[in-house]
């Protein structure tokens, strides 16, 4: 066989429609995934498609905006139609970078997770995570967090949680949480919780719904329901319903809402421990412990207990205890030990009522003695310079005495009475009828 060369215009007309047919097959097969690298985002071996309802993360490009950048030729070897990714994406779906979620250290400018479980979280301005597992955040700015359970919680500026468990909530201006389950908040200014379990609350404004754990110490630690612990120490300490713990100490100290004696204050609120004392002393409701003691000490309710102590002024609706002593000592009704420049009990006295100055008793189921000593009715004595009693059942010793049911109105030295008459019944009951005619005008 003689073999001849092709003259070039044979082979053109044999070679040109191969290449146009292979090239035609070749443009009009899909194309694969390394023929978009640089155009696409790359993909990563974890990469998972993205959730219609995830939260874009600073510095990952959107779906909108991959479809905008991402047109594509369709038209063959000799396309010039383009169409968005997201034609394509129907077929095969794009895979992104998964949004930021769980890591051991992570930081930034304001770093932004949806759960962390690691060692920390820092923040040069702003942290927010939404459920943090790990040992501290950090946030010089802000930290926020919506379920935090951690050693700490940091910021310079303010820490927020809405559940913190674990150590400290620690900044110089303000650390709040709703529920707080830990050691402390500490911080220079503002400590806020809703329900408190923790050791302390140290701050200059200490807040808590519901504390329980050791104390509240600050210029200002205020229970707005109950406190069970061991103490409030402040300048000004205020549990809104009911104290229960050691001691309440500072310059104002207060259980019970109202810091003025206004009357009718419940029995169920107020302060149930040892000792509440400072420069004024007040429970709008049950005073139940060892003592109360305060430039001014004053129960507006039941006092029980040892001793109620006002440097001016000492002041219970009703006393049950073995005294009060003040300048001033007042009450409804006392049964014990009254002592004071000046003692008073409105409605009854059960006990010894002395007084350096001036005794006043409705009733006097003992002892009244005073230089001036008065009462409606005395079961009992009275000693002093000038006695007076309208019904006297006892004997009256002084330098003038006077009794309306007396063995004489007037006496001096001795007189002695045997409860003939009841005038304290009738003044009592013209009492409640002044009382119903001022109602019923």
Known sequence: MILRPCSPSVLARSVVPIALATGLFLTSTPSRADDDIGTTPARSKEAQPASPTSVPVAGEASKADVERAEPRSTGGLFGSEAEPVRRRR???????????????????????????????????????????????SFATVRNDAGDHVGFAQLALGRNLANDFSGGFQLSLTENRARDFVGTAQVTLAYNRAGDMLAVTQLGGYNRAKRFAGVAQVGLYDRADETFSGVAQLGAFDHVRETFRGVAQLGVVTAAGR?????????DTAGFRGIVQGGAYAVTDGAFTGAAQVGGGAVTNGTFTGLAQIGGLAAYSREFRGLAQIGFGAFSDRSLGLQLGAWTMADEQHTGLQVAAGYARAGRIRGAQVGLVNQAREVRGVQ???????????????GLV????????????????????????????AERASRRTTRSTL
Do not use: M
């Open 90 to 136: 129907r077929e095969a779906p794009i895979a992104t970078d998964p949004p930021k979620d769980w890591a051991v250290l992570y930081g930034g400018l304001r770093p932004q997770l949806g759960t962390f479980g690691g060692i920390a979280v820092l923040g040069a301005a702003q942290s927010r995570v939404e459920r943090f597992y790990g040992a501290l």
């Open 258 to 266: 109202d810091l003025l004696p206004s009357g009718g204050a419940p």
């Open 383 to 397: 000693i002093g310079l000038f006695n007076t009693a309208q019904n006297l059942e006892g004997v009256q010793i």
């Open 401 to 428: 005495n006077h009794a309306d049911d007396g063995l004489l109105p007037w006496t001096s030295i001795i007189n002695i009475g045997f409860g003939d008459e009841d005038y304290g019944d009738t003044e009592d």
